[in-house]
C-alpha cells in the first residue's frame, strides 16, 4: 500500500500565481523527495530534504517538512505553463535504507496561461 | 552522459504470455530499482538490485522477478500476464547504494490484452 497522501489530488491556477501541494505520511522517515511526471512519463527528481531539515529551496522550488505532523510541503512560485505535470511525493523509511521509494498518488498542476 | 534507458517503450502482450523489459542505468550508477505505474496511481515498488542481487522486495508476486548484469543493466520479467499488469513500467538507477535520490528511466508502456 502506498505510504503517502498527497493534497489536493487536482490543481488548477493562472501562470504566475503560486502553487501549493501538500503530503502527508505515517511512519517515521529518512528522507522525503518530490519528482514531477509530464504525461505519464518518466519521473525527474525535483529536491530532497532530509528528516533533520526543515526547510529547501531550489529555484522556485520551496519545500518544508514537519516531522512532527508527518508532512511535507511543495511550494511552486511564478508558475509557468511548462509547471503542467503531476508532482509526487516519496518517502524514504530506516536509517540503513537501501532507498526503497514510497510513493503518494500525486497532485496534478494545471498551470493556464 | 547518457541518462536511464529502457525499451522497449511500448508492447502490447497476451494474458498468459511472458515479458521481458530491460533497463540501462545512469552512467555511474549501480543500483536499479522497478516501479509499477497503474493509470492514475503513483508508481509502486517491485524490487531492486545491487550487486547483481535482489536486495529488497515490494509486494508483488512470484510472476515478477529480474536479474542485474555485471554492467548493472538490468531486466524484469512478468510470467503468466494478467490484464491488471497493464502499466507503465519504470526503472530508476542511484548511486551510493541507492540512498540518494533516483533516476528514472522514460518507462515501458505495457499493454496486456
Known amino acids: 500500500s502506498q505510504q503517502g497522501e498527497e493534497d489536493p489530488q487536482a490543481l488548477s491556477i493562472q501562470e504566475g500565481e503560486n502553487a501549493t501541494m501538500n503530503c502527508s505520511y505515517k511512519?517515521?522517515?529518512?528522507?522525503l523527495q518530490w519528482y514531477r511526471q509530464n504525461s505519464g512519463r518518466g519521473l525527474v527528481h525535483l529536491i530532497l530534504?532530509?528528516?533533520?531539515?526543515r526547510e529547501k529551496h531550489s529555484g522556485r522550488l520551496r519545500v518544508t517538512l514537519d516531522t512532527s505532523k508527518k508532512s511535507s510541503s511543495l511550494l511552486i512560485t511564478a508558475s509557468r505553463a511548462a509547471d503542467t505535470a503531476s508532482y509526487f511525493c516519496?518517502?524514504?523509511?530506516?536509517?540503513?535504507?537501501?532507498?526503497?521509494?514510497?510513493f503518494g498518488q500525486g497532485t496534478t498542476l494545471q498551470v493556464k496561461p | 552522459d547518457a541518462g536511464v534507458t529502457q525499451s522497449p517503450t511500448h508492447l502490447i502482450k497476451t494474458r498468459g504470455q511472458q515479458v521481458t523489459l530491460r533497463c540501462s542505468p545512469k552512467?555511474?550508477?549501480?543500483?536499479v530499482s522497478w516501479y509499477q505505474q497503474a493509470l492514475g496511481q503513483g508508481p509502486q515498488f517491485i524490487f531492486q538490485?545491487?550487486?547483481?542481487?535482489?536486495?529488497q522486495r515490494g509486494n508483488f508476486p512470484d510472476r515478477f522477478s529480474g536479474h542485474q548484469f555485471p554492467n548493472y543493466s538490468s531486466e524484469l520479467n512478468v510470467n503468466a500476464l494478467l490484464l491488471g499488469d497493464s502499466a507503465l513500467y519504470l526503472c530508476?538507477?542511484?548511486?551510493?547504494?541507492?540512498?540518494?535520490?533516483?533516476?528514472f528511466g522514460p518507462g515501458t508502456r505495457l499493454t496486456v490484452t
Open positions: 511512519t517515521s522517515i529518512n528522507n
Open positions: 530534504i532530509r528528516s533533520n531539515e
Open positions: 552512467s555511474g550508477h549501480d543500483t
Open positions: 530508476a538507477s542511484s548511486g551510493l547504494q541507492g540512498i540518494h535520490e533516483q533516476y
Open positions: 516519496a518517502t524514504v523509511h530506516g536509517s540503513g535504507n537501501t532507498g526503497k521509494l514510497i
Open positions: 538490485y545491487y550487486e547483481e542481487e535482489e536486495r
